[in-house]
């Protein structure tokens, strides 16, 4: 059971839109900026946002993210089949003093 | 280039013990606060640990605390795992990470490596 509630899957048509949630709690989403990773298959995971809409270098800015009170969400728009990956949510819970997680949601572009 | 490389994963029996290590590379390992994460076969990422930059500092969770403990050399760059009295749900790629200067994500993950804990 993660701290962090993500939807196991979602999916979409290339060139569509997606939305990924991700639900927390006071002292995690509540009162941090939540990151965001792009786990492609077969390989480790990779930092997508971060930070106040923050994409390291060769992030597309098709990715955006949003917060509202204990909830972020990661948007995809123009889906392309390269975007088939496992995505994660993670903050700092403060109360707990670990990081924290969502577990994780299943991208497929029909 | 910022390159992380794990090693030292394989097969443990139950209640053995098995060390991990993190060699880091293209930047200033003293400087920053580093992490281990790590992925059951199949399944989601489960925070493990995190270390301060000198070291004096670490955080652990729950399910791993008392029996792993995170270390690092920053003289070597490198970052270390003690893993004791392994169960077989510690079966796990685990993945080495640098948190960033921004916050507490990780901006840059190791390759992994798989530890297999079986009789």
Redesign the interface.
Known sequence: Q?VLTQPPSVSAAPGQKVTISCSGTSSNIGS??V?W?Q?LPGT????LI??NN?R?SGVPDRFSVSKSGTSATLDITGLQTGDEA?Y?C???DASL????????TKLTVL | EVQLLESGGGLVQPGGSLRLTCAASGFTFSSYWM?W?RQAPGK????VS?INADGSTT????SVKGRFTSSRDNAKNTLYLQMNNVRAEDTAVY?CTRE?K???????????TLVTVSS
């Open positions: 993660s941090n900026y990151a990773y786990q480790a995971p990779k930092l971060y930070d923050k390291p496992d994660y993670g903050t700092w003093t670990v990081v924290v997680f969502g577990g994780g | 992490h994460v989601g990422l489960v925070w995190r955080n652990y969770a729950d993945y960033s921004i916050g507490s994500e990780s901006d840059y993950w190791g390759q992994g």
